[in-house]
T-cell receptor, first 111, second 113 residues
């Protein structure tokens, strides 16, 4: 079964700082990769996804992620965060007809 | 377009009581999922439906949990009897097909006392 590792569960940074969240997965087959975000009081929503093609994918709100197959990684980045980026971020991998989530990163952006 | 609807949003019960959660997926979405999310964890799949058929229920604790999706639209997840360890958020999601983006509902936060 596939699994997902997210490190640095709690991240605190100031506005305009750059953000990078690591995601490593374990799965031997073809994977589809996702980042979901949950803003305070809201439901999970898709930030971006990778199925195939260009390994650098762009999502909503200025986020991007890079799929590096050799490293089994799908790290999320944003060059300059805003206070409104305060949220919990989940990496997920689809394989074996199942979506497996990591434990999430709680990100707090200080104005 | 309406999103995934879940009710109730919050539920507090005493242990050994039954509880049920309801989910109405996005119109046209044939795949429906129930997830369990414990505090500080990511969602974990409980069951997946393709239309009215439960195609993956291997993670569902069948001694106390049950689910149904009559007519392949809305779905109900039941726990009977509830235990203290069942306190968590129960999420419903739907998708067109199984690989595509899953759309999540707001969840039901269950507290078992």
């Amino acid at each position: 079964a596939q699994s997902v590792s997210q490190h640095n569960h709690h991240v605190i940074l100031s506005e305009a700082a750059s953000l990078e969240l690591g995601c490593n997965y374990s799965y031997g087959g073809t994977v589809n990769l996702f980042w979901y975000v949950q803003y305070p009081g809201q439901h999970l929503q898709l930030l971006l996804k990778y199925f195939s093609g260009d390994p650098l994918v762009k999502g909503i709100k200025g986020f991007e992620a890079e799929f590096i197959k050799s490293k089994f990684s799908f790290n999320l980045r944003k060059p300059s965060v805003q206070w409104s980026d305060t949220a919990e971020y989940f990496c997920a991998v689809y394989g074996n007809n199942r979506l497996a989530f990591g434990k999430g990163n709680q990100v707090v952006v200080i104005p | 377009e309406a999103g995934v609807v879940q009710s109730p949003r919050y539920k507090i019960i005493e242990k050994k009581q039954p509880v049920a959660f309801w989910c109405n997926p996005i119109s046209g979405h044939n795949t429906l999922y129930w997830y369990l999310q414990n505090l500080g964890q990511g969602p974990e799949l409980l069951i997946r439906y393709e239309n009215e058929e439960a195609v993956d229920d291997s993670q569902l604790p069948k001694d106390r949990f049950s689910a149904e999706r009559l007519k392949g639209v809305d779905s109900t997840l039941k726990i009977q009897p509830a235990e203290l360890g069942d306190s968590a958020v129960y999420l419903c999601a739907s998708a067109q097909g199984s690989v595509n983006e899953q759309f999540f509902g707001p969840g039901t936060r269950l507290t078992v006392l």
